[in-house]
């Protein structure tokens, strides 16, 4: 005997493999999801404001979304169950799916998306600090916020495109300069924890960019509020559910405020651009790992 512990067999093995690779299964069932807040939201701004129709596509959405989470929690409970039944060796930020852990972090999640589409920030730089909370590896939460962004704006961008609201030109130039700065960003943080050998170099960035949206939506705050008619006390005011003569404040508007809001949404001005995800990596038993 040379002190290893012995290779997994069985079910052990079959689970430790599955989570090696990325889990298309699990990826599909997130894109039903979102295709259907999606289409739910389109069938909301189809109908004629404050109908019966209206109204049903709107609340819809929290029953549609329930019923992911409570899908999505039996599966982790379960799995849970059998790694700790097999003896599943857990790793440095492996989170541990619980009847507490599945009911709080989803909680704290709506909270995040709440907020991100009320301020117009993507909701992946809230939850990217809050992953880190969890005790997941910087890499990881990094990746998976970057995943979430992924699927967040994509529904936001569609919805914008089919209500005419997108600027083409000026979305399609962002779009790629979006993609050319993750491409540079992420080829030299990469070297940049490389040399170093150090993870928390993510956990820097990740809060640059917190703190820098912070600034920048404080300055547009002072400046909508400067050239806005009415001043600042425009800002503060309430637009009506169904429109009307006065437009609501940029970062309060938009048409994915309320649906991706609770689903993890994420804002932006009512002429919106496409954003760009940072490529996945990670670490670990995770959904979007890279071994």
Known sequence: MDGRPPKPTGRLKEIMDQESRHSW?????????????GILDVTKELSDCGSQAYYFSAFLTIPYVLLFFFTYRSYLMRMQAEKVSLGFEF?????????????VYPILCIFAGF??????VGGGIIKGPLMLEMGILPVVASAN???????????????????GAMDAKTGSILFVLGLVCTGVGQYFLGIAIKRANRQSL?????????VFSAILLT?????????????????????SLCGGEEEMPAPLHGPHGGARGFASGFASPPRAAVPAPAPLTGHGHFVYDDE
């Open 25 to 37: 299964p699990k990826i599909g069932l997130l894109c039903v999801s979102f295709v259907g807040v």
């Open 202 to 210: 993510v956990i820097l960035s990740m809060g640059f960019v917190v």
């Open 145 to 163: 916020a970057s995943a979430m962004i992924l699927f967040t704006t994509g529904i936001a961008c569609l919805s914008f495109f089919l209500f």
């Open 115 to 120: 907020f991100a589409g009320m301020f117009g």
């Open 91 to 103: 790793l440095d930020g492996d989170v541990h799916w619980d009847a507490r852990s599945t009911v």
């Open 219 to 239: 300055l547009r705050s002072i400046v909508d509020g400067a050239t806005r008619e009415g001043g600042f006390n425009a800002l503060m005011q309430m637009g």
